[in-house]
């Protein structure tokens, strides 16, 4: 069974690029010596959700893709080799994710962004490649959705069998009338 480490590097550049958005306008709000920094976040993570919203085909398995996906994908697909290859998106995202070292409130989405980058260099490594799922332009789309199909089971036609219930005997319960209390106090005799 082989880890497709290109799935989690997705998901962790797809997470990095909604946080480095929220630090990014948080970084702009409030008055920082390196402000420019907050300013570049904002289109920079805007362009990390654009790239990263289509998931790739998986190798095995089942697809799934995010709603929306087969508008955008054309977009990373039109890319080429840029848009394919993960080097390429680690490079990118390294040389993206260093100058949100230098300012507090980009910090968090640049460390985030350099796990996901470090995640897609080891996508690289074993040969990994973006493909597409589903590429939805003109007549001829290309239409590659793999669903996995889940097996229903039938209700069962008869009951499961039941352990023997406990009955009580009646010589346990005339024991139990014995001890009934008289309202004087004095326990009844028979």
Request: aromatic fraction near 12%; charge should be positive.
């Amino acid at each position: 069974m082989r880890i497709e480490f290109a799935m989690w590097a997705n998901l962790q550049a797809y997470a990095a690029g909604f946080i480095i958005l929220v630090c990014g306008i948080l970084g702009s709000a409030v008055k920082f010596q390196r402000q420019w920094i907050a300013y570049y976040a904002i289109p920079v993570s805007l362009l990390i959700i654009l790239m990263e919203y289509p998931r790739s085909k998986r190798i095995k398995g089942s697809n799934f893709p995010r709603t929306g996906q087969e508008k955008i994908a054309p977009i990373v697909h039109g890319m080429g080799f840029l848009g394919r290859n993960y080097f390429i998106r680690f490079v990118l995202y390294l040389a993206m994710c260093v100058p949100m070292m230098f300012l507090l409130p980009t910090m968090l989405g640049g460390i985030c962004l350099f796990c996901a980058s470090s995640t897609y260099f080891i996508a690289a490594l074993l040969g990994e490649q973006w493909r597409p799922i589903s590429l939805g332009w003109g007549k001829g789309s290309e239409t590659v959705v793999q669903t996995k199909r889940v097996a229903t089971s039938e209700a069962p036609s008869h009951a499961p069998p039941r352990a023997p219930s406990i009955r009580r005997t009646k010589e346990s319960s005339s024991s139990m009338d014995n001890l009934v209390e008289q309202p004087s106090g004095e326990a009844a005799v028979n």
